[in-house]
């Protein structure tokens, strides 16, 4: 099942007004879905996409409320772009930034949503080599004596 659905929008733009801008053309909703998504994965790279967003074969295996309405909202500009019919345009890119402030957020390690992380199918022993610091240098040169 998809992350988001046609009807989930519905929560963000008045059915009637979706409706008069696709013209009866579900691909357009599609298109701005998966724009949508694929503009909050650039943001999340560091956590497990596939738990979070699934693909269309696989569920997602968590949910996160507040990242489904962000990714609404970036669809739902992305679809008002389009055409606007009795939508404030104002009201729709407030919170398409707002939206993209907190991905930022998120991105930066500002903000923890405690989404998944992916797990390292090479790390057999369970050593976490990004705990430790190590550096080295050359041996000091003594040109002057």
């Known amino acids: 099942m998809p992350y988001l659905l046609s009807g989930d929008l519905d929560t963000h733009i008045y059915s009637e007004?979706?409706?008069?801008?696709?013209r009866e053309d579900a691909a357009i909703i599609a298109s701005c879905i998966a724009a949508a998504i694929a503009e909050?994965?650039?943001?999340l790279s560091r956590f497990d996409l596939l738990a979070i967003f699934g693909t269309d074969e696989i569920e997602p295996?968590?949910?996160d409320e507040n990242l489904k309405n962000k990714v609404k909202d970036i669809a739902v500009w992305q679809l008002v772009c389009l055409a606007n019919p009795n939508i404030k345009m104002e009201?729709?890119?407030t919170r398409y930034e707002d939206a993209i402030k907190w991905l930022t957020m998120v991105q930066s390690g500002k903000s923890d949503p405690k989404l998944p992380m992916p797990v390292d199918e090479d790390d057999e022993d369970g050593y976490?080599?990004?705990?430790?610091i190590q550096w080295d240098s050359?041996?000091?040169r003594n040109n002057y004596y």
């Not at 007004?17 to 696709?22: A, F, G, R, S, Y």
């Not at 976490?128 to 430790?132: A, F, L, R």
């Open 17 to 22: 007004n979706k409706e008069e801008i696709v």
């Open 40 to 43: 909050a994965k650039s943001y």
């Open 61 to 63: 295996t968590h949910r």
């Open 91 to 93: 009201v729709a890119r």
């Open 128 to 132: 976490d080599e990004s705990s430790n």
């Open 138 to 140: 050359n041996p000091k």
